[in-house]
């Protein structure tokens, strides 16, 4: 295992969500030293016991990610929102009762009154990320979705009614097309945790309900749910091997977990 030496400095944008809380642990377990971009400092201040550093950005935001992206070696981006409307697209405070029927059914209003959608995180937010990263990155690890490439099907129609897979699609073609090395993970429905008001002693114990194994794909083809922890462990172990770079996996949980996951043996055998 090699690729990550002791200089490098892992970006991780969305620490403080479910995957990212998950990934930032992993990361220090194998000793590799990390910072994160969040809005919040003293919030991941006390959510990383100071175990790593902090830039205050915001991936909306691009005059923000500059110095939060120097000497930064490797980014894992674990962005996201909700993919119907919710408190976490950040509407506007002064919609009234009438306003709320154009929220559903006019793409232009919704956008003009929410902060934190699809769109603004998932395509807009990782493009920024992705044209201020330097030209020296080492690897751009993206969690996007299955049914990317299957978004007219049920039952990927339904979880696309608000754009979320077509915003998920829009950032990994700004990631493929822009020249830096990169993985990305695909992951089923999300199961586990997500461990969003633990400490960090706590992720660094945190293992999957599930019993089942981890199944990796290429492409667009699996279905059902991905484990949160295996989900983070898939995006850190990926860059430690330089197969992974300039691919797309897959992962879902399926069949019987042996006591291990190789996850060398998962990515190389693809």
């Given at each position: 295992?090699?690729?990550?030496?002791?200089?490098?400095?892992?970006?991780?944008?969305?620490?403080?969500?479910?995957?990212?809380?998950?990934?930032?642990?992993?990361?220090?377990?194998?000793n590799v030293?990390?910072?994160?971009?969040?809005?919040?400092?003293?919030?991941?201040?006390?959510?990383?016991?100071?175990?790593?550093?902090?830039?205050?950005?915001?991936?909306?935001?691009?005059?923000?990610?500059?110095?939060?992206?120097?000497?930064?070696?490797?980014?894992?981006?674990?962005?996201?929102?909700?993919?119907?409307?919710?408190?976490?697209?950040?509407?506007?405070?002064?919609?009234?009762?009438?306003?709320?029927?154009?929220?559903?059914?006019?793409?232009?209003?919704?956008?003009?009154?929410?902060?934190?959608?699809?769109?603004?995180?998932?395509?807009?937010?990782?493009?920024?990320?992705?044209?201020?990263?330097?030209?020296?990155?080492?690897?751009?690890?993206?969690?996007?979705?299955?049914?990317?490439?299957?978004?007219?099907?049920?039952p990927f129609?339904?979880?696309?009614?608000?754009?979320?897979?077509?915003?998920?699609?829009?950032?990994?073609?700004?990631?493929?097309?822009?020249?830096?090395?990169?993985?990305?993970?695909?992951?089923?429905?999300?199961?586990?945790?997500?461990?969003?008001?633990?400490?960090?002693?706590?992720?660094?114990?945190?293992?999957?309900?599930?019993?089942?194994?981890?199944?990796?794909?290429?492409?667009?083809?699996?279905?059902?749910?991905?484990?949160?922890?295996?989900?983070?462990?898939?995006?850190?172990?990926?860059?430690?091997?330089?197969?992974?770079?300039?691919?797309?996996?897959?992962?879902?949980?399926?069949?019987?977990?042996?006591?291990?996951?190789?996850?060398?043996?998962?990515?190389?055998?693809?």
């Amino acid at each position: 295992m090699t690729f990550v030496r002791d200089e490098d400095l892992v970006l991780v944008a969305g620490a403080t969500g479910g995957v990212g809380q998950l990934v930032v642990a992993k990361l220090l377990e194998k000793n590799v030293r990390v910072r994160i971009l969040t809005r919040n400092a003293q919030k991941a201040a006390k959510m990383f016991d100071n175990k790593v550093e902090i830039a205050v950005g915001d991936i909306r935001e691009p005059s923000t990610l500059t110095t939060a992206l120097e000497n930064i070696t490797h980014i894992i981006c674990c962005t996201g929102t909700t993919a119907f409307p919710s408190a976490r697209w950040e509407f506007d405070s002064q919609l009234n009762l009438f306003d709320w029927p154009k929220i559903f059914l006019d793409e232009d209003f919704r956008e003009a009154k929410a902060k934190n959608t699809p769109t603004k995180v998932d395509a807009e937010g990782v493009s920024n990320l992705v044209n201020t990263a330097p030209r020296s990155l080492k690897r751009f690890v993206f969690v996007s979705s299955v049914g990317i490439l299957r978004k007219h099907q049920p039952p990927f129609s339904i979880l696309n009614a608000f754009g979320v897979l077509d915003a998920k699609q829009k950032g990994e073609e700004a990631i493929v097309t822009s020249g830096l090395p990169y993985t990305i993970i695909r992951p089923g429905r999300l199961i586990d945790g997500p461990y969003t008001s633990y400490d960090l002693n706590t992720l660094l114990k945190a293992t999957t309900d599930s019993k089942l194994d981890v199944v990796i794909a290429k492409g667009d083809t699996l279905g059902g749910d991905a484990s949160r922890i295996d989900v983070a462990a898939a995006c850190v172990e990926s860059i430690f091997y330089p197969t992974t770079q300039g691919q797309v996996f897959e992962l879902v949980n399926k069949g019987t977990r042996p006591p291990v996951i190789d996850w060398e043996k998962l990515f190389s055998q693809l």
